[in-house]
Structures are given as C-alpha cells and as structure tokens.
C-alpha cells in the first residue's frame, strides 16, 4: 500500500496540472473552457505514472544493495527538486517576483541528482534516513489526490460555449455618433523609448514616424501595471486595479489601488459600455485577454484569441485533440528532451505559437476595420510581445529573431491597417490611436536563455516603462508632443470625451487636458 501511495504522489508531483486548480483560476480564465480533452490528457498522464513509479520502486527492492540504495536517493532527489519548482510556480501564481527560469530548472534538477548519487555513494548512512524520509512525505501527499482529482473532474466536465469568435448583438444605428468612427490599435509589448527616442541604429520605422509627425504623441505617460491581464481592463474601467482573480465560468473580479473588497468586472462599466449608450456600435479583435466574455454584453461583434499557457500547451496539447493524444505529449516531450542535444526546437514551437496568433488576430482584424457598421472599433495585436517572429532584413515571418525585430512588424503592420483604414468610406471621419499596454519589460526578458546581446545593447541594461500614445484626428496633418508626466489612465477619460462627441480635434484635446490640471503645451514637429 505505501508503495502505490508513493507512486500516486510521484504522480502528483511529476504530472503538470498545478495552472488548472490554481485558487485564483487565471490560467483558465485566459485559456477559456472546456479543457476537457486536455485534462483527459492530464488524469491519464497522472494514472500511467502513477503506475510507473510503484513499479519502479517495486523492482529495485529486488536489486543488490548499492544499486538499490542508488536508485532509490536519486528517486527522492527528483522529488526534492519536484516539490522546490512546484513551490516556486505557486510564488508566481500568488504574485510574488522571481526569476525561476527554465535554464535554471534544468541547472538545479542536475545538481540535485549528482548530490543525491555521490550522498548515496559515499555517505549512505546520511543518505538512507534522508530517503526514507522524502518518501514517507510523497506517500503522504499521495492524500492531496483526494481533493485535486476531484477537481480536475469538475473543471474537465465544464463546458460552456465557445467565445472565441462571436457575433453578439445585431448592429443599432448610432443615435449620437454622427457617423464618427474611432479605431484604437493597441500593440502589445510597444515601447515609446525604442519606438521614438532610441531606435537601434540602421533600423528604421517609417510608420509610426509618419503617424507620430501628423499626431498627437504623449512622451511622458506612466504605466497602471506590469502585466496585460491587468493593464487593460484598467484601462477600459479608468481605475488602476492590482489584483484580478476568475471564477471558474472565466468571470472577472479586481481589486483597486489600497482597496481590500473584491469587485465584480461590471462591463457596462467600460468604454465599450459607455460607446454603446452614446450610440456607438462596438466590435473587438485581441488576443489574451477573453474578451468575448467579459464583455459580452456591450460588444456587436468580437473574436479573441487566447494565448496556450495551460501545461503541456506549448507542447502541442491541444482541446481539439483527444484525451489520449493529449496524454501522450508529455512523454514524448520528456523523451525529445532526453534524446536531443538541441534547445532550438522548442524555441522555435514557441515561435510558431505566436506566427499562428499573429496571422490569426490580423486575418479578423482586417475584416472588422472593413466592417462599416461598426463605430468604436478595439484591436489588441500580439506584436511586439516576445517571442521573436520576424527576419526585418527580409520582412518575413518565421520563429527567430528578437524583440527589435518583432518592432520592425509592429510598424509594418501598422503601415497596412493605415492603409486599410484610409481606404475605407468612413476614412475622413476616423480618429485612430495608437497605444500599448506596457512597454518593453526588459526587466524580465533578459532573464530567459533567448535574450540576445543585440537585445542587451538596445535596452543599455535599464528598463524604460513608458508605453506609447499617438491619438490622429481626422484630417490632421500637424504633429504635437505632450511632454507632461501623466497616467495612462487618462487614455480613457480622452477616449470617453471622443465617445461623447467632445473632442474631435487636437484643440478639443489640448483644452482637456489644461480642465484636468496638466500641461498642455506642444512641440511642433
């Protein structure tokens, strides 16, 4: 019996599942149900190491005493290493900064088992009572089971309707509009310090700079958060939230600044809610972030494509494939690292993760801009968010690259949404703003085994924070930098007064932001 409970707590300890039970449910929130296959993948996973491990533990009992004694230490070495990289996930979970990355993972896993192998070696009367001990300890977590399982089961017979792509509420003519339309393009990962003040020499980005001469830029925003999931429902509610937690049907609670209550995301709340009654139609493409159900309700049309972060995803698990399918990812993937000397593979998987997010998000982005009925238009792009997936000497897609060469996308692909939008009939009566959510997080890429010294020299080893806002009237044809410190959460009193039909020009703007108590003086360009 303490053998298979040793090996149900192997099981436990070995088989990715930590993401889908995680108390706060962020994983599936931007995963998006049903996962039904996937954790069919996980549970069988679980059952066919399960099975292994008691096995294993068995058998060496039958071998001489050194090969046993061997064996078994570096059994309980894997676990040490196990339980210490599970703790460090559950810190990043709860929001605590670290650096665990997966060059480390593999560091500190050798280290151990060469510990645990010269223990067992040379000291085996320290190593057996240590052995003894992990053991006891993984057949006692063997107990876990008793509640993670069920849980599992729970969120694997979840299976609420697909959102990916939704057309949600047929099209009202706007009352208040007047046939304005409003297109904000948000890039993800865009930062104003190498976009406009510190571009790599001989890189060149043509659009943003045109855009940027016949705009309103903003030179000083600070940003509301480090990270996308809460940046921008920030940015819709116009309060800077700290925390956000899902229940397991994917709807949205946050905390505010120095505020201790638990809110509900309440979506009529939003910018898009406020578009609607001031009658405006809405329509949003991104990815990440599940738009298509957090708001749900005030959105005319939506697609969303989320990003593959539950366990083994990356990996090629997928819920369109089956439960046994699934299951046999994790060791196939076990097996490729063993026998492969090469990390590119996975690298470049990775690359063509974001290739399909990215060509996906633009096929819809592309037929929502020539959507004519839709007046207050979001676009949430994947670009010139990490990993690289760009050559910008050739100006072609494919895994590689850096973040520099992800930025040179980023302009090519906002030279052809302006291009689509200027040949649209409602050209003439379009503002367009161009944003992001946070800028380069340099702080935290350079941490990952990609990060070049092309990479290195670009960012000077500092992390700028400052994200970027160009705003283009219609017709406007001069160039004005706000060089004021302000919050980026006054993008959306900015946006609310357009949706109001209060500010149309870059006088309406300037004169806004002198009522709010900031300067508003201008650099011509």
Same mark, same amino acid.
């Given at each position: 019996m303490r053998t298979g409970l040793e090996g149900i707590g192997a099981a436990l300890l070995l088989v990715p599942f930590l993401p889908y039970i995680a108390p706060d449910h962020i994983a599936l929130y931007l995963h998006g149900l049903p996962v039904t296959n996937m954790l069919g993948g996980v549970l069988l996973d679980m059952l066919g190491v399960a099975l292994l491990a008691s096995g294993f533990l068995l058998a060496i009992e039958y071998l001489p005493k050194a090969p046993e004694r061997i064996l078994g230490t570096l059994f309980a070495g894997v676990m040490l290493w196990r339980i210490a990289d599970l703790a460090i996930q559950l810190s990043g979970m709860l929001q605590i900064e670290h650096f665990w990355q997966e060059h480390l993972r593999k560091q500190s896993c050798v280290a151990i088992l060469l510990l645990s192998g010269t223990l067992a070696w040379i000291l085996p009367r320290i190593a057996q009572p240590a052995v003894r001990t992990v053991r006891l300890g993984i057949a006692g977590l063997a107990f876990s089971a008793l509640w993670i399982v069920p849980q599992l089961l729970y969120f694997a017979l979840a299976r609420p309707p697909a959102e990916r792509t939704t057309a949600l509420h047929p099209f009202t003519p706007a009352v208040n509009a007047s046939s304005r339309r409003i297109v904000w393009i948000l890039f993800d990962e865009l930062s104003y310090d190498q976009t406009f003040d510190r571009q790599v020499t001989g890189m060149k980005l043509p659009n943003f700079g045109r855009l940027r001469t016949e705009s309103v830029s903003f030179s000083g925003l600070r940003p509301t958060g480090f990270h996308t999931a809460l940046i921008i429902p920030s940015l819709f509610l116009g309060r800077h939230i700290e925390h956000i937690r899902s229940t397991v049907a994917g709807d949205l609670w946050y905390k505010e600044e120095d505020r201790s209550r638990w809110l509900a995301f309440d979506p009529n709340a939003t910018l898009f809610g406020f578009a609607q009654r001031n009658g405006w139609s809405t329509g949003v493409d991104g990815w990440y972030n599940p738009y298509c159900h957090i708001l749900a309700s005030v959105l005319s049309t939506c697609s969303w494509e989320p990003l593959p972060g539950l366990p083994m995803e990356p990996s090629g698990a997928a819920e369109q494939k089956s439960a046994l399918a699934n299951a046999a990812i994790l060791p196939n993937a076990l097996l490729e690292k063993l026998t492969s000397l090469r990390t590119a593979p996975a690298d470049a998987h990775m690359g063509d993760i974001h290739i399909a997010e990215y060509r996906n998000v633009m096929a819809r982005t592309h037929a929502l801009i020539e959507n004519q009925q839709v007046s207050f238009v979001f676009l949430h792009l994947p670009v010139p968010h990490p990993p690289g997936i760009y050559d910008r000497q050739l100006h072609l897609l494919r895994p590689g690259g850096t973040y520099l060469d992800n930025l040179v996308l980023a302009d090519d692909t906002l030279g052809a949404l302006l291009k689509? +939008?200027? =040949? *649209?009939?409602? =050209? %003439?009566? *379009? *503002? $367009? +703003?161009?944003s992001s959510d946070h800028s380069w997080r340099t702080s935290l890429w350079r941490f990952f085994p990609g990060w070049s010294a092309e990479e290195e020299r670009a960012s000077g080893g500092r992390f700028d924070d400052r994200p970027v806002l160009l $705003?283009?009237?219609? #017709?406007?044809?001069? #160039?004005?930098?706000?060089? %004021? $410190?302000? %919050?980026?959460?006054?993008?959306h009193d900015m946006i609310a007064e357009m949706l109001r039909g209060k500010m149309n020009n870059s006088e309406d703007l300037a004169a806004f932001l002198a009522s709010q108590g900031h300067s508003a003086q201008a650099e011509v360009h």
């Open positions: 689509e +939008i200027d =040949a *649209t009939p409602a =050209a %003439s009566r *379009t *503002t $367009v +703003i161009v $705003v283009h009237f219609p #017709g406007q044809r001069s #160039g004005m930098d706000v060089n %004021s $410190v302000l %919050s980026v959460l006054l993008e």
